[in-house]
């Protein structure tokens, strides 16, 4: 593509935040603390994760950027920065999760491969940029598409980025033509990220915004959207990111037997604490983030001092101090939840963390019968255990 450059070495990175946990540096993984990723509801863009396949791409010349609009449609197009921006402006609150959040949790069972990610590895962003059904409705596909006449089933997003996994091509996605014409799924081209543009790690100058999905289908750094008959058959459509069960290995592995991960499971984690965590007070707060997939309301956030023997509701905001409510029209469907929950603890307890969404999926109990060995989707319930100071543990006597 005119104007873009793909550095062969790590030499022209971005600056990051101090702060950031790195999980690998070449390419640059990293998420931020527990407690910065719930200090506020909209995460700040230098404390958004960092999910990479390899060295970030350069745009050197704005002016000639473009992308491509292609495949099976009445009217390809090349657009530029400009004719993206003259569309319509839709601004998305959502929340972006790879989907091995929590995988270092898994490995605790049994190892499995992948960056070793925290509970840290999502971040809540408002995106702004053009929605994908009004890009298709320029190149003759109207609204609501299932199937083009041509027989177009799926939108691919392909990168500037090219990475290893994709034998040196570029990393590349798909959703249903489906989801991409439908204006209500608030798929986006964005430009933005929290009323900025786009910096370098998060896509600059365009990226795909696929709300509700696990973060490897909204791809970076587009070069094009091209219609498809079939699903994508790139690396990270066939090969990876597939929720197999715990009996398959690596020896055993058939990748064609399972589908493509796309709505994100109900997914809840505990900010305020560490796993383990050293305690002066009895009367702690427990804080964190709840998400469900596929636009799903959290209906409720369960909270256990007891490691699950017995439950208490914990408080559920997206506005501060307003009580969230899923079915609420004001809410923001894509967007995470933040629960708090004022506890009086036992010595030595185990604090658990379950959400509920408004399908009432509920997270599995257990890490061993979700186990799998690309390690994703890690949805069991959040434990933390809590280790009592001497002054805490002698005034329970």
Not at 256 to 273: E, G, K, N
């Amino acid at each position: 593509m005119p104007g873009v450059t793909g550095p062969s070495e790590y030499s022209q990175e971005p600056p990051r935040h101090r702060s950031l946990k790195i999980n690998a540096k070449e390419p640059f993984n990293a998420e931020p603390p527990r407690s910065a990723l719930v200090a506020s509801y909209i995460t700040p863009v230098d404390m958004f994760y960092k999910r990479n396949h390899g060295p970030i791409p350069i745009v050197d010349d704005i002016e000639k950027y473009c992308v491509s609009i292609n495949g099976l449609v009445e009217h390809p197009k090349e657009l530029s920065m400009a004719d993206i921006r003259k569309l319509p402006k839709y601004t998305v609150t959502a929340t972006l999760q790879c989907a091995g959040n929590r995988r270092t949790a898994m490995s605790k069972t049994r190892t499995v491969k992948g960056v070793g990610w925290d509970v840290a590895a999502l971040g809540n962003a408002t995106w702004g940029g053009a929605k994908l059904s009004d890009v298709l409705e320029l190149v003759g596909i109207p609204k609501h598409t299932e199937i083009t006449s041509s027989g177009g089933k799926h939108v691919e997003f392909i990168s500037v980025d090219m990475c290893k996994e994709e034998k040196g091509g570029p990393y590349k996605a798909s959703i249903p033509l489906s989801q991409a014409t439908n204006p209500a799924a608030d798929v986006l081209l964005a430009y933005e990220m929290n009323g900025e543009i786009l910096n370098r790690d998060h896509g600059y100058p365009l990226r795909g915004i696929v709300p509700g999905v696990i973060g490897a289908r909204s791809v970076k750094w587009l070069d094009s959207v091209s219609v498809v008959v079939e699903q994508c058959q790139g690396f990270f459509m066939q090969l990876d990111y597939k929720m197999f069960p715990p009996s398959v290995n690596w020896d055993n592995i058939i990748w064609s037997t399972r589908r493509a991960c796309m709505d994100f499971p109900v997914q809840c984690a505990i900010c305020s604490l560490e796993d383990v965590s050293v305690v002066k007070d009895r009367k702690v707060t427990i804080s964190g983030y709840a998400v469900s997939g596929g636009g799903r309301g959290i209906e409720r956030v369960d909270i256990s001092v007891d490691g699950g023997k017995t439950w208490m509701e914990a408080f559920r905001y997206q506005k501060s101090g307003v009580p969230y409510v899923a079915e609420d029209v004001d809410s923001d469907k894509w967007a995470w939840v933040l629960f708090k929950a004022e506890v009086e603890i036992p010595p030595n307890a185990e604090i658990v963390a379950k959400a509920v969404d408004s399908a009432s999926n509920v997270q599995p109990e257990n890490v061993e019968g979700i186990w799998n060995l690309r390690g994703i989707l890690n949805t069991s319930w959040h434990r933390v255990q809590i280790q009592s100071s001497p002054q805490v543990a002698h005034s329970n006597l």
